[in-house]
């Protein structure tokens, strides 16, 4: 729409040259559509894709699991399960990619893990965080035949929000965790390995 501009004598700082014709306004407004919600028959085609990816992460069978979240990503993406599947093919498309070197910026328990050691498990995890708080002390019962078996565990945390060392390490004695804990060095290792959510759990085999 147009609407005409005030003249000189309403605002004379607009010094409008003798002669000229007040100028004129225009402002243009777009208007969106919002985008249509996803019908019930998407959501629940969405849903079976999901519990078939579900299976086959649980069977250790990642290959197989990116067939239909692929299909969930390019069919259904507006669904709760298309937006979940984003995130899960992020993920997985590290499985079986060569791991990055361990960086942190300190550490706050133990050191890193040797060479010679053939597996090492990433554990991504913050003080404040109520899941981590449930998940990272169930661990400690498996400490000895994991060790046995070969696998070094890493506690990785940013220490964000209102965390501090003192507090992580009141946690981790806490939580009864005999595993070497470290500060990563700028999010480097959790941009690494795609996590997008805590706790969050890595397994470097063999590099």
């Known amino acids: ?27 243009t407004a777009h208007i ?13 085609a969405a849903t079976a894709l999901m519990a ?4 086959a992460v ?19 993406p507006e669904t709760r399960a298309g937006k979940a599947a984003v995130r899960m093919l992020s993920e997985l498309s ?34 404040w965080c109520p899941h981590c708080r449930k998940d990272l002390p169930e661990w400690t019962p498996r400490a000895a035949e994991l060790k046995r078996r070969g696998v070094a565990l890493v506690v990785l945390t940013k220490l964000t929000k ?3 060392e003192a507090k992580f390490k009141d ?14 060095r700028n999010s480097s290792m959790s941009t690494a390995f795609h996590v997008s959510g805590i706790p969050a759990a890595a397994l470097v085999r063999n590099g």
């Open 171 to 184: 946690w981790l004695k806490e939580a009864g965790s005999p595993y070497a804990a470290a500060v990563e």
């Open 94 to 127: 590290i499985v079986g990619q060569a791991a990055p070197a361990l960086e942190v910026d300190r550490w706050l328990k133990g050191s890193a893990p040797t060479a010679s050691v053939p597996v090492t498990l990433l554990i991504f995890t913050e003080e």
């Open 58 to 76: 649980k069977a250790n069978r990642q290959i197989e699991a990116r067939r239909p979240l692929e299909q969930l990503v390019a069919r259904y």
């Open 52 to 55: 078939e990816v579900t299976e």
């Open 1 to 27: 729409w147009k609407t005409p501009a005030p003249g000189p004598d309403a605002y004379p700082e607009l010094a409008f040259p003798m002669g000229v014709a007040t100028p004129t306004f225009v402002v």
């Open 32 to 44: 969106q559509r919002a985008p249509d919600r996803p019908s019930e028959a998407d959501e629940t």
């Open 162 to 164: 209102s965390s501090t």
